[in-house]
T-cell receptor, first 113, second 113 residues
Framework: AQSVTQLDSQVPVFEEAPVELRCNYS??????LFWYVQYPNQGLQLLLK??????LVKGINGFEAEFNKSQTSFHLRKPSVHISDTAEYFC???????????FGAGTRLFVKA | NAGVTQTPKFRVLKTGQSMTLLCAQD?????MYWYRQDPGMGLRLIHY???????AKGEVPDGYNVSRLKKQNFLLGLESAAPSQTSVYFC????????????FGPGTRLTVT
């Protein structure tokens, strides 16, 4: 069975500082990996995804993530955050042969001025 | 192009009452999903559909029923609401299987008293 663990429930950071949101997964088969963002009182929207190929994936709003198969991780990074990045971030994993996507519990990023 | 819409946005039910949540998408997507979001638990899949006329159970299907009579609509029913079903419900759709990103609706906040 698949599972996703987001290692931090909350991450406070100052504006213009770098940030890393950590995600580990477990699966016995090949996976697709996603990061979604949820702004207050909205649905989720896709930030980036890893399907295959290059392990460094770039997404919207300056975010990027690196797929590490040996560590079973897919950490999300941004070199300099803005106040507008304050949101909840969800890591998600799908089996290549399955129908469903499993979401992590979420990490709340709070950017302070 | 409205994307994914959900009706209603808010609802308060008394224990034992029934209701139906409507999800509609105008992107001609095959797959549709119902999730519930509870604090600290991320999104949990209730039911999903891989095409018109088909439905399947997700992680937490008990107490819910679904129907997909038309490709663009996915209905979630609560036959006898319980306080444990107080949650935010999200509908999502995707072009096909887990390779593709999911598009989310704005959510329905349900309170059962």
């Amino acid at each position: 069975a698949q599972s996703v663990t987001q290692l931090d429930s909350q991450v406070p950071v100052f504006e213009e500082a770098p940030v890393e949101l950590r995600c580990n997964y477990s699966s016995s088969v090949s996976v697709y990996l996603f990061w979604y963002v949820q702004y207050p009182n909205q649905g989720l929207q896709l930030l980036l995804k890893y399907l295959s190929g290059s392990t460094l994936v770039k997404g919207i709003n300056g975010f990027e993530a690196e797929f590490n198969k040996s560590q079973t991780s897919f950490h999300l990074r941004k070199p300099s955050v803005h106040i507008s990045d304050t949101a909840e971030y969800f890591c998600a994993v799908s089996n290549t042969g399955g129908f469903k996507t499993i979401f992590g519990a979420g990490t709340r990023l709070f950017v302070k001025a | 192009n409205a994307g994914v819409t959900q009706t209603p946005k808010f609802r308060v039910l008394k224990t034992g009452q029934s209701m139906t949540l409507l999800c509609a998408q105008d992107m001609n997507h095959e797959y549709m999903y119902w999730y519930r979001q509870d604090p600290g638990m991320g999104l949990r899949l209730i039911h999903y559909s891989v095409g018109e006329g088909t439905t399947a159970k997700g992680e937490v299907p008990d107490g819910y029923n679904v129907s997909r009579l038309k490709k663009q609509n996915f209905l979630l029913g609560l036959e006898s609401a319980a306080p444990s079903q107080t949650s935010v419900y999200f509908c999502a759709s995707s072009y096909a299987g887990p390779y593709y990103e999911q598009y989310f609706g704005p959510g329905t906040r349900l309170t059962v008293t």
